[in-house]
Each structure stands twice: as C-alpha cells, then as structure tokens.
C-alpha cells in the first residue's frame, strides 16, 4: 500500500523529537536537564480538577454539540473578548481540542489551494506543515534583532503581501523567540492587514503568561475584530497541556466552518474536559497567578545565566515559557560551526537539552547569527540552576 504523496508535505514539531533523544539518552542513566520542550511541570489547578471529576459523576461523559458545551462557549467568549475590550458572543466562539487544531482547521476552510500565506519565522512549526499540506503558499516572514528586542521584519510582510498573501499568522509573545510586539509595531501591523483586505490568525498561547503589564491583542485594534481569529489554548494559562482543551474566537462567518470540521475530524472536544475548563475560568486568579510566579523566577535566573556568559546575547520575554539566545560569538569560542553539532555535544556531554533556531523553520536567506531556544516550563528551579552550572563548566572546558 503506498502513503499518499501528501504526506511529504506534513511537517512536524520537531521539539518532539529533540525530546526523544533525550529520553533515549536518559535511558544510559544520565540525568537529562530538559529546556527542549515547552510541557509544563506544574500541577493543573484544583479548580479544573474538581470540575473535570464532578462532570464526570454526573454522567457528563457522552457526546456533547459539535461547538462545544454552551457553558464553556459562553465563558470563553466573556473571558477573551474582556481582556481584550471587545465583545464576543457564543457564535463566535469554537471549543477546540487543543489549541493547535484550529491551525488547520481554518486553513483547510479559508485557503484555497495556491494562496499565498504569511507566517512567522521562527515559529511554531505547524503553521508552515498545514499551509503546504493543504497546498498553501507558505511564505516566511522573520525577527529583526535589535538592542531593544526582537521586531518584525516588515519588508519581509510587505514581500508577502505584493505575492497576493490574503492571510497572515501572528503570534505575539512568540514561540520560540519570546518576541512581542509594542503598540506602535501591532497598530503598522494592523494597518497593512486592513488597507490589503486580509485576514489575521491571531495565536495567542501565551497571551495570559505575561509576567508583567498588561497584554496585547491586535483584535483589539479598530477594524480588527472582523479580521482575527484568535487561537485560545487552556495549556498553557491553566497547566493544561496533556488535557487538550482549547477554542477558536472570531467571526462567526470563519467559526461556524471551523465548527463543520469539528464534526467531521473528532465530533466533539471531550466532554467532561469542558466543564473543568468551565470551573477554570470561573475560579480565582490567584491559581493562575501562583503558575505564573513560579514561571517568572525560572525565567529571571535563565535569563541572567545566559547573559552572564562571554558570547551570548539574551533578551528577556515579556510572556511565554522560551528565551531566545544569540550565541553566535559562543559557537566561535567553543570552535562549532553547526547549532545542531552544539548542541548534541551539549547534551551528550552534560544532559543539558534545548533545541536550535532550525527547529522551528528553515533559516531564512538573510540569517547570519546561531540561536537556540530554553524553555523553562518543564524543569524546576533547582534543577534549572544545577543544569545550567553544568552548561557554564561545559563551556569553560571548551574554552581554555
């Protein structure tokens, strides 16, 4: 039987990959300090918890409508459309199972096949996979790295448009990057996307992970509204990843065809996970906020490790659970040439292990600097420390 030849169009999170060497590396007994994958180590709160367990004694376990529970569509539209100053209602809203499905799910409903599609890189590796699988242009658009941060790089965009590019991915407070954008940077954004007729997918995974301020939604902005979706996971927020819980947020022209492939790829996102994400965002912030802390602390000590080694040029996220090194000068030091040569040594040699730029898209014409990317959402603070001690004398070895 031969595999569609589609297939070689699907690409994959190859963050799961670096973890399965690592997990196979951790089988010779080494002790794996893991910065590769962005899973949180935390426990979900007790709220969502209890709620989850009372759906599931009160029989809340059987098929449920297409869209999701109406408990669930109307708390998410209340929640995402208040923190963002905008109003939603329960046609408007997508239970998901997951953030991740509403990728595909809008591309396979609004793209048609030879449409040029903009998308960030680096990023998450599945915006670019769906794009070509369903036979999408997929046109990258990168970082400027400046002494202030990470900024889009418009000409790139403006590139994209000139091809006819009608939909664009955005994912502020980025992954891997930890890149966000200042309101001067997501109004020029907004502007391009209104005055060229086109429509935004908004990812906004670690929207509620800020650690400080308030966060930015470019649905927020005037005309906007009408040309967003917002992609809404409970992974991250809420500790979440393994439950699979997420929605999509916007028109209701794009939501009620989203809603359609609900019903033809999983019926319905599960039942009684629902209601605990219900009781999730009913609950007191002060859950949410202890997950948060912990986060801020882990990534207050990575961020000044980083930058306390000859070579490496670290910024500090605003939100999200990844910091973004520049170590071009460091691979010099340590004699690499090759991020992916690095950063195996690395991790043979010590069990300390991150993924590269490269994992997260192919390098684009105009990159000459070497990234890699440290989440510290899996790991404890101890342990974050003691790995990263043992990164430095690693380094320290290389270099005398």
């Not at 329960?90 to 793209?111: D, F, H, L, R, T």
């Not at 429509?199 to 930015?216: H, K, M, N, Q, V």
């Not at 929605?247 to 039942?271: D, F, Y």
Request: glycine letters at 10%.
């Amino acid at each position: 039987m031969n595999v569609a030849k589609r297939m070689d169009l699907l690409g994959s999170e190859t963050a799961f990959a670096v973890s399965a060497e690592a997990a196979k590396l951790a089988e010779t007994g080494i002790k794996i300090y893991p910065f590769h994958l962005g899973d949180i180590n935390l426990p979900t709160p007790i709220s969502v918890v209890t709620g989850a367990k009372e759906a599931i004694r009160s029989g809340k376990t059987g098929y449920c409508p297409a869209p999701g529970i109406p408990e669930l569509r109307k708390a998410l539209a209340k929640d995402v459309g208040d923190s963002r100053g905008i109003t939603y209602n329960i046609e408007n809203v997508s239970v998901q199972p997951g953030g991740k499905p509403s990728i595909g799910k809008y591309i396979a409903a609004m793209m048609e096949k030879g449409d040029v599609v903009l998308y960030p890189n680096p990023g998450y590796p599945i915006y670019e996979s769906q794009i070509e699988f369903y036979g999408g242009i997929a046109h990258p658009y990168g970082y400027l790295d400046n002494p202030s941060g990470l900024e889009l790089d418009f000409s790139a965009i403006e590139e994209g448009i000139k091809r006819g590019a009608k939909h664009i991915f955005y994912n502020n407070y980025n992954n891997p990057t930890g890149a966000s954008s200042s309101k001067k940077e997501m109004a020029r954004l907004a502007n391009l996307i209104i005055q060229n007729d086109m429509f935004l997918i908004s990812d906004d995974a670690y929207f509620d992970t800020l650690f400080e301020g308030t966060p930015r939604s470019i649905a927020s902005l005037p005309g906007m509204k009408e040309r967003t979706l917002t992609m809404y996971t409970f992974s991250k927020k809420f500790a979440m990843t393994g439950w699979r819980l997420g929605g999509a947020i916007g028109p209701s022209k794009v939501i009620e065809q989203i809603t359609r492939l609900n019903v033809n790829m999983e019926s319905c996102t599960t039942h009684f996970i629902q209601y605990g994400g219900v009781a999730g965002l009913k609950a007191s912030k002060k859950e949410t906020q202890d997950i948060l802390d912990r986060l801020r602390v882990r990534r207050d000590i990575l961020v000044k490790t980083m930058n306390g080694i000859e070579g490496v040029e670290a910024h500090s996220p605003e939100a999200g659970f990844y910091v973004f090194p520049k170590i071009t000068k460091l691979m010099k030091r340590t004699g690499f040439e090759d991020v992916e040569e690095f950063r195996k040594a690395v991790l043979i040699d010590t069990g300390v292990s991150f993924c590269g730029r490269h994992h997260f898209g192919r390098p684009l014409d105009n990159e000459s600097d070497s990234y890699i990317r440290l989440a510290f959402s899996g790991i404890g603070k101890e342990d974050l420390k003691e790995g990263m001690n043992l990164f430095q004398d690693w380094i320290n070895s290389r270099t005398k």
